[in-house]
């Protein structure tokens, strides 16, 4: 069974600071990596997609990076701001077997990035 | 366009009751699925339409559970006789479908935050 875990749970930094989120998954049989950001009482957003040939993609200030065999994946966010405080959600979608395919969700990085 | 919408916002219930939960999912969209968002957990997959059928069930918790989808479009997710333990968030997502590069982003709507006394 398919495990996403996320480091840190929480992070803290100064406007214009660069960070990096971290997501880990067990089963390196995927189909794609995603991530998404949820802001409080909302539903998700899709930031960016990365099928499981491709090595990264990048959209304005953020870039995700994947290496399925490491099963690993790195979310880059360049001149953090303000606006990008939310939690930032790593999913691993993968066949079930069942008919289907399947995105298996991280518990999040909150990320509150300060004035 | 509209993106997915959900309704209700927000459903207070007792425990013992049915309950019904809507998803309006993108025009165009024939992929749709449902997820469960419990405190302090992460989202959990419940249900996966592709068109009216359900090819995937897999992740609903009981068979107190189910989904229709009819038109393929609108979609409902049914909860009968609630349990305290229900008490979660109910997010909806389309995609573009089938299988296969940018059709596979899912959209997600603003969830259903379903509280049982």
């Known amino acids: 069974k398919q495990e996403v875990t996320q480091i840190p749970a929480a992070l803290s930094v100064p406007e214009g600071e660069n960070l990096v989120l971290n997501c880990s998954f067990t089963?390196?049989?995927?189909?794609?990596l995603q991530w998404f950001r949820q802001d409080p009482g909302k539903g998700l957003t899709s930031l960016l997609l990365?099928?499981?040939?491709?090595r990264e993609q990048t959209s304005g200030r953020l870039n995700a990076s994947l290496d399925k065999s490491s099963g690993r994946s790195t979310l880059y966010i360049a001149a953090s701001q303000p606006g990008d405080s939310a939690t930032y959600l790593c999913?691993?979608?993968?066949?079930?077997?069942?008919?289907?395919?399947?995105?298996?969700f991280g518990k999040g990085t909150k990320l509150s990035v300060i004035p | 366009g509209a993106g997915v919408s959900q309704s209700p916002s927000n459903k207070v219930t007792e425990k013992g009751k049915d309950v019904e939960l809507r998803c309006d999912p993108i025009?165009?969209?024939?992929?749709l699925y449902w997820y469960r968002q419990s405190l302090g957990q992460g989202l959990e997959f419940l249900i996966y339409f592709q068109g009216n059928s359900a090819p995937d069930k897999s992740g609903l918790p009981s068979d107190r559970f189910s989904a229709e989808r009819t038109g393929g479009s609108v979609s409902t997710l049914t909860i009968q006789r609630t349990q305290q333990e229900d008490s979660a968030v109910y997010l909806c997502?389309?995609?573009?479908?089938?299988?296969?590069?940018?059709?596979?982003?899912?959209?997600f709507g603003p969830g259903t935050r379903l509280t049982v006394l």
């Open positions: 997502a389309s995609s573009l479908g089938p299988r296969g590069g940018v059709g596979d982003t899912q959209y």
């Open positions: 089963d390196s049989a995927i189909y794609n």
């Open positions: 999913a691993a979608e993968a066949y079930s077997g069942a008919g289907s395919y399947q995105l298996t």
């Open positions: 990365i099928q499981s040939s491709q």
């Open positions: 025009s165009g969209h024939t992929a």
